[in-house]
Antibody
């Protein structure tokens, strides 16, 4: 059974860079047609897709966040990471790592990790 | 603001049926697959329907999905108290070049 687990600092200061890692277990990272990525949810609000990466290293991002986001992968560790720079309070959210299909179905989700931006 | 509009809330008695609409446009629902998610309180979302009308293994057939033009609908029959949750639709938006989620609908079992 594929499992995803987020890890990160929990608290980041404004203007700093948020870094989160997702560890994949129970499955292969190099599976055709499957993308890995991040979705976030501010407290009490809806879901927002951040960006995705294919096992080849190809990435694509939400245009609203593209200038601040980098997603990378370490296939040897079966991990992928999110970096979001110049964070503000508006970036406070639960961050989920996900796997989705080519058709856009988000089939697997991590439990999520709350990231708070505060001084 | 999301490009996919859902009603903020729907409610019905146990055993009844509810439907949740997801309204979009030709740049999203009209030309791309739709999926639906259930988010129970304090948990991660879970896919209920993928590729418009397919249920993953383990999802009961009380849940159904359909699409017509630029709108999609999630149906839940035989409503149970355990179905109380937030529900989201999602699709790809070709104009935005982004995966987008609906505004979300809270289902209440009376």
């Amino acid at each position: 059974q594929l499992q995803l687990q987020e890890s990160g600092p929990g608290l980041v200061k404004p203007s700093e860079t948020l870094s989160l890692t997702c560890t994949v277990s129970g499955g292969s990272f190099n599976s055709n047609g499957d993308y890995w990525g991040w979705v976030r949810q501010p407290p009490g609000k809806g879901l927002e897709w951040i960006g995705s990466i294919y096992y080849t290293g190809s990435t694509y991002y939400n245009p609203s966040l593209k200038s601040r986001v980098t997603i990378s992968a370490d296939t040897s560790k079966i991990q992928f990471s999110l970096k979001l720079n110049s964070v503000t309070a508006a970036d406070t959210a639960v961050y989920y790592c996900i796997r989705h299909s080519t058709s856009g179905s988000f089939g697997y989700w991590g439990r999520g990790t709350l990231l708070t931006v505060s001084s | 603001q999301s490009v996919l509009t859902q009603p903020p809330s729907v409610s019905a008695a146990p055993g009844q049926k509810v439907t949740i609409s997801c309204s979009g446009s030709s740049s999203n629902i009209g030309n791309n697959y739709v999926s639906w998610y259930q988010q129970l309180p304090g948990t991660a979302p879970k896919v209920l329907i993928y590729d418009n009308n397919n249920r993953p293994s383990g999802i009961p057939d009380r849940f159904s999905g359909s699409k017509s033009g630029t709108s999609a609908t999630l149906g839940i029959t035989g409503l149970q108290t355990g179905d109380e949750a937030d529900y989201y639709c999602a699709t790809w938006d070709s104009s935005l070049s982004a995966h987008v989620f609906g505004t979300g609908t809270k289902v209440t079992v009376l």
